[in-house]
């Protein structure tokens, strides 16, 4: 392989663009499916086939962290997913919170697939004190009250707003104010707190529109 581990670890941190950041999750589910398929190396041209995403834009983005590649030879597949794995922060375990446990909420706590990567939920909150005391998947839904002695006797990294827009800047703060690393916005609103906390907004009509111009667009 062109680098070895500790060659692509000891690569200096920079400022690595969102853009670069937002196709880091696409290379590795694709290496995943590869893996499970037995395939062993593969070429940034057959990458670039399957992904819809230009060779050269392919080893460009993986340049940014070491290369991994090797003239001639390609990716290891079983090595790029697990290097891509380790920089998108999934060899660690990341404990998450919610805060509001209505229909989103709970779909969110049901997806399984957040635990095989890593992402263990660990307790709900909500001010409703109709739904104090029920259960998702065994996680007791707690009063918000208790919310900041839970992370703080926790360790939670994260924190998923699944709350009215009215309610998330407050939430925001109080998140922030205990220790919370980072958040993950599904209120319909952008968060705005310290440089130091991940917010990753998440705006699902955003998507929608996005595909109903493009859905209105082809009928012309």
């Given at each position: 392989?062109?680098?070895?581990v500790q060659e692509a670890?000891s690569?200096?941190?920079?400022?690595?663009?969102?853009?670069?950041?937002g196709?880091l999750?696409?290379?590795?589910?694709?290496l995943g499916?590869l893996?499970?398929?037995?395939i062993?190396r593969?070429s940034?041209?057959?990458?670039s086939d399957?992904?819809k995403?230009?060779?050269?834009?392919?080893?460009?983005?993986?340049n940014?962290?070491g290369?991994?590649g090797q003239?001639?030879?390609?990716?290891?597949v079983?090595y790029l997913?697990?290097?891509?794995?380790k920089?998108?922060g999934?060899d660690?375990e990341?404990?998450l919170?919610?805060?509001?446990?209505?229909?989103?909420g709970?779909?969110?706590?049901n997806y399984?697939?957040?635990?095989?990567r890593?992402?263990?939920?660990?307790g709900i909150?909500?001010n409703?004190?109709?739904?104090?005391?029920t259960?998702?998947?065994?996680?007791?839904v707690?009063p918000v009250?208790e919310?900041?002695?839970?992370i703080?006797?926790?360790?939670?990294?994260?924190?998923?707003?699944?709350?009215?827009?009215?309610?998330a800047?407050?939430?925001?703060?109080r998140l922030?104010s205990c220790g919370?690393?980072a958040?993950?916005n599904f209120a319909?609103?952008?968060l705005?707190?310290s440089?130091?906390?991940?917010?990753?907004?998440?705006h699902l009509?955003d998507?929608l529109?996005?595909?109903s111009?493009?859905?209105?667009?082809?009928?012309?």
């Amino acid at each position: 392989m062109e680098r070895n581990v500790q060659e692509a670890a000891s690569v200096e941190e920079k400022e690595i663009s969102q853009a670069v950041i937002g196709r880091l999750p696409r290379y590795f589910r694709y290496l995943g499916q590869l893996k499970d398929e037995g395939i062993e190396r593969v070429s940034s041209q057959e990458l670039s086939d399957i992904m819809k995403v230009t060779a050269s834009q392919i080893r460009q983005d993986l340049n940014h962290f070491g290369g991994f590649g090797q003239q001639g030879y390609g990716y290891n597949v079983g090595y790029l997913y697990e290097e891509i794995g380790k920089i998108l922060g999934l060899d660690k375990e990341h404990k998450l919170i919610i805060i509001g446990a209505g229909h989103l909420g709970q779909a969110l706590a049901n997806y399984v697939n957040f635990e095989r990567r890593g992402f263990i939920f660990c307790g709900i909150f909500d001010n409703d004190p109709a739904v104090y005391g029920t259960k998702i998947r065994d996680i007791e839904v707690r009063p918000v009250e208790e919310m900041e002695d839970f992370i703080k006797s926790n360790n939670v990294d994260i924190a998923v707003l699944t709350i009215p827009k009215q309610c998330a800047a407050a939430i925001a703060e109080r998140l922030v104010s205990c220790g919370i690393r980072a958040i993950w916005n599904f209120a319909h609103v952008d968060l705005n707190v310290s440089e130091e906390i991940q917010v990753e907004n998440v705006h699902l009509l955003d998507s929608l529109m996005k595909l109903s111009y493009n859905l209105a667009s082809r009928r012309k």
